[in-house]
C-alpha cells in the first residue's frame, strides 16, 4: 500500500482550510464594525416663567436631543473602540446637532452648551465615553454654536428612566457661573443593557436670578492667577 498522499486532496483541504479563515475573518470584520442602529430619539425641552418665587424677565429656556443606540460592544471586552468611535461620531454628531440648532433657531442663539452619556447595564463607562468624546462627534456642534470652550459632560450607567443629567457652561467663557446649569430628566424605557443614551443640551440664557459673581472676581479678591486659581 503507498503511503504517497493525493496532491488533488491536500489542495482541496487547503481551499477548504483558506475559505474557513475567510469566512472567520469576514465574520470578525463585521462583528467589529456593527452599523449605527438608533431605535429612538427623544427631546426634552424646558421652560421656566418663574425661579424663586420670582418671575423671570425673560423665559429661561433649556432643551436637549438624546439618541438611544445599540451598544454594539454590550456584553463583552473589545480592546479596540476605535472603528466604531470613527463611523458613529460623525453620524451621531451631524444628525444631533442639526436637531439642536432647529431648537434654538440658530447656533448663535445658544448661550450654553453641554454633552452626555448614559451605558446600559452590559456595558462599560468607558463605551458611553467612546461616543462622546471624540472630536468626531462633539465639532459639529461646537462649530454650528461658534464655541470656544469645552463641552460639560457626564457619563454613567444605567438602567430604563435612569437619571440623565446634562451639566452646561457657557460656551465662550468657562468662568462665567451665570450659565453653570444642569439640565434634568430621564427616558422610561432607556436605556436597556444593550444601549447607549447619547445626549446634546444647550440653554438660550443664563440663570434668570444670578447673582453670585463670577470666577474672575474670586481670583481678584484672593490674587489668583486664571491659570492657577488655588495658588499651587
Not at 442602529?37 to 425661579?51: A, G, L, Q, S, Y
Not at 460656551?171 to 439640565?183: E, F, P, Q, V
Request: net charge negative; charged share 25%; aromatic share 8%.
Amino acid at each position: 500500500m503507498s503511503n504517497t498522499i493525493d496532491p488533488e486532496f491536500l489542495n482541496c483541504q487547503f481551499q477548504q482550510g483558506a475559505a474557513l479563515s475567510d469566512s472567520a475573518s469576514q465574520q470578525k470584520e463585521s462583528a467589529r464594525t456593527m452599523p449605527l442602529e438608533i431605535r429612538k430619539i427623544v427631546t426634552f425641552d424646558e421652560e421656566t416663567h418663574i425661579e424663586g418665587f420670582k418671575k423671570a424677565q425673560t423665559p429661561w429656556r433649556m432643551f436637549a436631543v438624546a439618541a438611544v443606540v445599540k451598544n454594539p460592544w454590550a456584553g463583552r471586552f473589545v480592546e479596540d473602540l476605535k472603528p466604531e468611535i470613527m463611523d458613529y461620531g460623525p453620524k451621531l454628531g451631524e444628525m444631533m446637532t442639526a436637531r439642536m440648532i432647529a431648537l434654538g433657531g440658530s447656533g448663535e442663539a445658544i448661550e450654553a452648551y453641554g454633552k452626555a452619556a448614559v451605558v446600559g447595564v452590559d456595558g462599560e463607562i468607558e463605551h458611553a465615553s467612546a461616543l462622546i468624546h471624540t472630536l468626531r462627534f462633539g465639532n459639529f456642534y461646537r462649530e454650528a454654536v461658534g464655541a470656544k470652550s469645552y463641552l460639560a459632560f457626564t457619563n454613567t450607567r444605567g438602567g430604563p428612566n435612569a437619571p440623565i443629567a446634562v451639566p452646561l457652561m457657557d460656551k465662550n467663557d468657562a468662568g462665567r457661573r451665570s450659565h453653570y446649569l444642569t439640565i434634568q430628566f430621564a427616558i422610561p424605557d432607556a436605556p436597556r443593557a444593550d444601549e447607549i443614551v447619547v445626549v446634546l443640551g444647550a440653554a438660550m440664557s443664563g440663570r434668570p436670578h444670578h447673582r453670585i459673581g463670577d470666577r474672575y472676581q474670586d481670583l481678584k479678591d484672593l490674587g489668583h492667577d486664571v491659570d492657577n486659581p488655588a495658588s499651587v
